[in-house]
């Protein structure tokens, strides 16, 4: 890409890595982390401050920018029309379900930022059909498959393995899984993230293995050594990073059974209520037909590639 790029995220989500390494764009981020809301609100024109200087030392010519959180926006689309620059949102499911007043403030900034902006991108059409985006410059383009394939297979002979991805998000049946992971104990489950509050609020079954924080490098290794992947969410016009980690890696998929989700992950997946009783049923559901879900697998995985890069065609005219 020609023109100098800038991928503006406060936190690093895995889309965000893996489109700022496409487009040879430099990934800024800024840590900060707080649980008092009060804080965080106050922390934010700081840190849009913070940002946009970052932006105009370097004099980037076009800005992505990751909602949420709305601030980095923010910067970004300051930066870009205080100096002419090229704007474009990369625009996460999240934005669209507001769980407290000040995030619907958030909701009317985009609103109002959305109608000046070069090109809005978003995960699946469940969002581009929205009120809120029609007659925009919106386009949906799909997460890039973030991994490569392991290098061998794992065989149906060892210990089978489950990796549980989550972020302890308020949409995710936590409870569920515990008690599901409890009902099969001839698996070996590992739950990612950060789970310091877990061990305080549920007990742990004997089977799960706790992973707790895991590098990027860490966490593919992970990835790579267990059977299948289990991502979940309540969250209806939602698509999870960690189905597409699962593909990516040709590793069958449980999770959740919203239509979004069984619109774009049909094949090698098995869709599930986000009750115990369900996910268990998933899982020896899993374990009976696991070959048979590990060649869907890597069948999505063809169709995935050559659908993002047709999707992708937009996007890339724009930059270069």
Request: one cysteine or more; aromatic letters at 10%.
């Amino acid at each position: 890409m020609p023109n100098k790029i800038a991928f503006v995220t406060w936190y690093s989500a895995t889309r965000s890595r893996v489109l700022a390494r496409t487009l040879n764009a430099d990934l800024i981020t800024i840590k900060y982390k707080t649980k008092v809301r009060l804080l965080r609100l106050i922390f934010n024109p700081i840190l849009i401050a913070i940002t946009f200087f970052r932006l105009l030392s370097q004099n980037y010519e076009i800005v992505l920018a990751q909602i949420p959180p709305i601030g980095s926006a923010i910067a970004g689309f300051l930066y870009a029309k205080l100096f002419s620059k090229k704007i474009i949102f990369d625009t996460h499911s999240g934005l669209f379900f507001p769980q407290a007043w000040h995030q619907n403030l958030y909701l009317l900034l985009y609103r109002i930022m959305l109608q000046n902006i070069t090109m809005n991108l978003v995960h699946n059409e469940g969002i581009y059909k929205r009120n809120l985006l029609k007659n925009t410059r919106t386009i949906v383009l799909e997460d890039k498959l973030p991994f490569n394939l392991p290098d061998k297979p794992l065989t149906e002979k060892e210990k089978f393995r489950v990796a549980v991805i989550c972020g302890y998000g308020q949409d995710e049946p936590i409870q569920a899984i515990l008690e599901s992971i409890r009902l099969i104990p001839e698996i070996e489950f590992y739950l990612t993230g950060n789970s310091e509050n877990l061990k305080d609020n549920y007990p742990i079954p004997q089977n799960l293995i706790l992973t707790g924080y895991l590098s990027n490098e860490e966490y593919e290794t992970c990835l790579k050594n267990v059977h299948a992947i289990i991502a979940l969410t309540s969250r209806p016009d939602t698509v999870l990073c960690g189905a597409y980690e699962a593909v990516s890696l040709g590793k069958p998929l449980i999770t959740s059974n919203t239509p979004i989700l069984r619109k774009y992950f049909s094949k090698g997946t098995i869709h599930t209520q986000n009750d115990s009783i369900a996910i268990a049923e998933s899982l020896k559901i899993l374990l009976n037909n696991y070959e048979r879900l590990q060649k869907e697998t890597l069948e999505l995985r063809k169709e995935k590639e050559t659908l993002w890069q047709k999707q992708f065609m937009p996007l890339e005219e724009l930059l270069a």
